[in-house]
């Protein structure tokens, strides 16, 4: 089955800094590359997604990339604020549309 | 966006007894609902697959006869825990997929003491 890997598992930056979190994934035939938000005891929440036909998202600070050759793709925040902080998950869906998860990292943004 | 209800969205129950989770989805039929766990600081885990009408299918590791999945309509999936301990508490929660999008449930919070 698929398998998602994500780096790295914590992050901390500054205000106004940039994050970028990176995941791989295993299976070719995932097609569907999705990024949540989770606040604790909270549900994910949908903060960009990107399918396989395209190379790059981007939605006003954040934007995702992806590269299908190399089964990466990466999440970058931009212009960072303490409201960014939270529990990100990378997540990979294939033909079944059950989603494998990475890790988590844990972002901090200091003020 | 599409809407998930799960309830309850915590319970606290006594070791050896039942607990029964419900997800609905309000405005759109869903054959297909995904329940997921997610114990503490880790990241989410496929359990089953509910399909209505038909059997749900468990991820390797996942016990069918102590989490039994119930999907009796097209807007209503059911996850059961039977025969609670103290290892089951964690946080459950379910998805229905529309198109490619994921819609999750509030999540449901078991604490089994």
């Known amino acids: 089955g698929e398998n998602v890997e994500q780096h790295p598992s914590t992050l901390s930056v500054q205000e106004g800094d940039s994050a970028v979190i990176k995941c791989t994934y295993s299976?070719?035939?995932?097609?569907?590359f999705p990024w949540y938000k989770q606040e604790l005891g909270k549900r994910p929440q949908l903060i960009i997604d990107?399918?396989?036909?395209?190379g790059e998202k981007k939605d006003q600070r954040i934007a995702v990339t992806l590269n299908k050759t190399a089964k990466h793709f990466s999440l970058h925040i931009t212009e960072t604020q303490p409201e960014d902080s939270a529990v990100y998950f990378c997540a990979a869906v294939t033909g079944r549309r059950a989603l494998t998860f990475g890790s988590g990292t844990r972002l901090q943004v200091q003020p | 966006g599409a809407v998930v209800s799960q309830h309850p969205s915590w319970v606290i129950c006594k070791s050896g007894t039942s607990v029964k989770i419900e997800c609905r989805s309000l405005?759109?039929?869903?054959?297909?609902m995904f329940w997921y766990r997610q114990f503490p600081k880790q990241s989410l885990m496929l359990m089953a697959t509910?399909?209505?009408?038909?059997?749900?299918?468990?991820e390797q590791g996942v016990e069918k006869d102590k989490f039994l999945i119930n999907h009796a309509s097209l807007t209503l999936s059911t996850l059961t825990v039977t025969s609670a301990h103290p290892e089951d508490s964690s946080f459950y929660i379910c998805s229905a997929p529309r198109t490619e999008e994921a819609f999750f449930g509030q999540g449901t919070r078991l604490t089994v003491v």
């Open positions: 990107i399918r396989s036909n395209v």
């Open positions: 509910s399909n209505e009408g038909s059997k749900a299918t468990y």
């Open positions: 299976d070719s035939a995932s097609n569907y």
């Open positions: 405005d759109f039929q869903a054959t297909t």
